[in-house]
């Protein structure tokens, strides 16, 4: 981190209650147990207990820096001889956790990187990224789901020197945080991959989710862009208050005029206002295509070289438990896409499930959490779309998963990877999917474990996701 401690301490806001070593940081992190040499901790406030409590015991650890609260800044006495002897810094500030957007934004303003802002109902994390790997130059981008109020500042935080391009996910649980994290990263791109009814419990309509989500465009400068797709629904009239945009999608300014799926690669023809490229990506479902062309539009946006993205497409990578294939014995495959669900993820990977033509195919399916009084409703619709799509044999996953309307109906997932073993047919196609509070994840586990698995395929990764880093507010989408 390229700034000095004087520079820390006028973007923290802090009083200096020690002082340690005249070179930089190496990086911030909240966490006491992994703060060594180098690291500037933040003693964030928990709901039961004050992180600035394990201060001292980041300093004994070796950290740069510490960052604490009034709570826990009278552990240290400012110019007393005990201070001077712990050879770190120690910073008081009002609210640890805003002094870390405050350091954030002052580091994102120092690197002088571009950055494209990612957020939306579901995809952002696939747009993320995609993104991630088609940008040119050194990118960085969120690691797993610091996607929060306290995960994005870390990320920016963590981001090199040499940073060219900043992809930054943003999540949101209610009105307000997409702002918030917005006014950190001051995006040259903002990315809206959609609006949908996710989370809908907590902000009561999908109009709110897209105001809440549009609140990003409040933060792009006037030269700034705005990439949304063409079909953007509840989203339009906030898009009206952006001049440059870019739309994607069929009949948008960037589109797959062609596309066909060979061998699990997808071979499009992007047609861009700057061109028309064929780009291979090492994916096949189709919502993923669509994720591309996000990300592609925001390389647009950003002047990228349509030559070098196509270059840089195989490079392109998705985490665990979003669309990871697993291949089982007798040719039966797993799609593990259990990190989170949604009406509109649901849909696609139903899609993707049936597009794989196997012998039959399974869908075991979780609660879809968070989705108000219409819960019920949603669920019987993404059940309906199950057997209209040509699911042949469907599993529900605990109580609210009976409105899936299935063949089975198990309590919990160590029953369904039970009952899956012994219903389970040669040539299988099997997809689990639900939300993150499902525990879905625990059906592929126990399943390899009692049919055995003889290698992963290639992984992808859904439309969906939402989640938080462990010390953050809760879940956020």
């Known amino acids: 981190m390229r700034l000095s401690p004087e520079e820390i301490v006028a973007a923290l806001g802090a009083e200096v209650l020690a002082e340690g070593a005249a070179e930089p940081p190496r990086r911030a992190t909240i966490d006491s147990n992994e703060a060594g040499p180098g690291d500037l901790f933040f003693g964030l406030r928990g709901e039961r207990r004050d992180g600035g409590e394990f201060a001292p015991a980041a300093i004994e650890a070796g950290a740069w820096g510490v960052v604490v609260g009034p709570s826990a800044s009278c552990r240290f006495v400012p110019d007393s001889g005990t201070n001077r002897q712990l050879g770190s810094w120690v910073f008081a500030v009002e609210d640890p956790l805003g002094g870390m957007h405050r350091l954030a934004r002052a580091w994102r303003r120092a690197l002088g990187a571009r950055v494209v802002g990612v957020t939306g109902s579901v995809g952002k994390t696939s747009v993320k990224d995609i993104a991630r790997a088609l940008l040119p130059g050194r990118v960085h981008a969120n690691r797993e789901n610091l996607n929060t109020e306290i995960g994005l500042p870390l990320t920016v935080l963590e981001a090199p020197d040499d940073t060219d391009v900043l992809v930054l996910e943003m999540a949101m649980r209610g009105a307000g945080q997409i702002a918030e994290l917005a006014a950190i990263a001051e995006p040259d791109v903002a990315v809206i991959t959609n609006v949908g009814p996710v989370h809908v419990e907590l902000l009561g309509s999908v109009e709110a989710i897209a105001a809440a989500k549009a609140e990003i465009l409040d933060y792009l400068p006037p030269s700034g862009t705005a990439v949304a797709p063409v079909e953007a629904g509840e ?166 998963a009976r409105d899936y309307d299935p063949d089975e109906l198990v309590a919990d997932p160590a029953e369904a990877a039970e009952l899956l073993a012994a219903r389970l047919e040669p040539g299988d196609a099997v997809l689990v999917k639900g939300s993150r509070s499902a525990g879905l994840e625990q059906v592929a586990e126990m399943l390899t474990e009692i049919q055995g698995a003889p290698g992963r395929g290639a992984g992808g990764e859904s439309i969906s996701d939402s989640s938080s880093p462990p010390a953050s507010r809760g879940g956020a989408a």
């Open 235 to 400: 989203l339009e009239p906030h898009l009206e208050r952006v001049a440059r945009q870019l739309r994607f999608g069929p009949g948008g300014d960037v589109e797959a005029t062609e596309s066909r799926v060979v061998e699990g690669v997808t071979e499009a023809l992007v047609s861009t206002p700057v061109g028309s490229q064929r780009l291979h990506f090492p994916f096949a479902e189709a919502h993923n295509l669509t994720n591309a062309l996000a990300a592609v539009a925001a390389g647009v946006a950003l002047g990228a070289d349509l030559g070098g993205m196509a270059d840089r497409a195989a490079g392109i990578g998705f985490s665990r438990f979003r669309g990871e294939r697993l291949e089982l014995h007798d040719g039966i495959v797993l799609v593990n896409d259990c990190y989170n669900a949604n009406p509109v993820s649901m849909r696609a990977a139903l899609d993707h499930l049936v597009s794989l033509e196997a012998p039959r195919a399974v869908a075991v399916l979780g609660e879809m959490g968070e989705l108000g009084p219409g819960s019920a409703g949603y669920h019987r619709g993404v059940g309906e779309h199950a057997r209209a799509a040509g699911v042949d044999y469907l599993i529900g996953v605990g109580l609210p």
